[in-house]
T-cell receptor
Framework: KAGVTQTPRYLIKTRGQQVTLSCSPI?????VSWYQQTPGQGLQFLFE???????NKGNFPGRFSGRQFSNSRSEMNVSTLELGDSALYLC??????????????FGPGTRLTVL | AQRVTQPEKLLSVFKGAPVELKCNYS??????LFWYVQYSRQRLQLLLR??SRESIKGFTADLNKGETSFHLKKPFAQEEDSAMYYC???????????????FGQGTILTVHP
């Protein structure tokens, strides 16, 4: 079974630009969660999508948004990029709503650098 | 609000020694606790979850609700255990578990030969 894939793997943008990251979950998985990882803040939850609906949201500004398509693929978008948005963005998928009985499988991440 | 604290950023032990990675949490409801591990140049992966009460790669973790802790233990550390370990919590309200995982800051475990 192919794992979670994320594209692109690396991205360099400048302040003020916007960016779209993509995540393809494991086949059959319907839940996709997004996390931001930085050295200072660690791993922080952004949002979770299940069946094209956002089910959970973390404490991030409205510049961070996402969506999920009917094939469960998900995208997250960050508008008006700031230097502090530089981070590794991780995507995780699970069969059902992520819970103790639905293990989350993580992708390799997209490394975003904002200059 | 839910919070996970891993007090040790770095932990070094020698091969064959016991190891304990500490995790304390704060959550008003019924928490679900996990340990995730990230080996060098690999993806973050689930190591174990409290609900399964299982031992994985010799590691165990017991949820202590009185002390709000979920420490990870292994009696005899191996060099291949060297990795970053994250404790994580997921909320549970009214029987419904939520996908939001709150992670601790992580502990880098180094096992010396």
């Amino acid at each position: 079974k192919a794992g979670v894939t994320q594209t692109p793997r690396y991205l360099i943008k400048t302040r003020g630009q916007q960016v779209t990251l993509s995540c393809s979950p494991i086949s059959g998985h319907r839940s996709v969660s997004w996390y931001q990882q930085t050295p200072g803040q660690g791993l922080q939850f952004l949002f979770e999508y299940f069946s094209e609906t956002q089910r959970n949201k973390g404490n991030f500004p409205g510049r961070f948004s996402g969506r999920q398509f009917s094939n469960s693929r998900s995208e997250m978008n960050v508008s008006t990029l700031e230097l502090g948005d530089s981070a590794l963005y991780l995507c995780a998928s699970s069969f059902g709503l992520a819970a103790s009985y639905n293990e989350q499988f993580f992708g390799p991440g997209t490394r975003l650098t904002v200059l | 609000a839910q919070r996970v604290t891993q007090p040790e950023k770095l932990l070094s032990v020698f091969k064959g020694a016991p190891v304990e990675l500490k995790c304390n949490y704060s959550y008003s409801g019924s928490p679900e606790l996990f340990w995730y591990v990230q080996y060098s140049r690999q993806r973050l992966q689930l190591l174990l979850r409290h609900i399964s009460r299982e031992s994985i790669k010799g590691f165990t973790a017991d949820l202590n609700k009185g002390e709000t802790s979920f420490h990870l233990k292994k009696p005899f550390a191996q060099e291949e255990d060297s990795a970053m370990y994250y404790c994580a919590l997921s909320g549970n309200a009214g029987g419904t578990s939520y996908g939001k995982l709150t992670f601790g800051q992580g502990t880098i475990l180094t096992v010396h030969p």
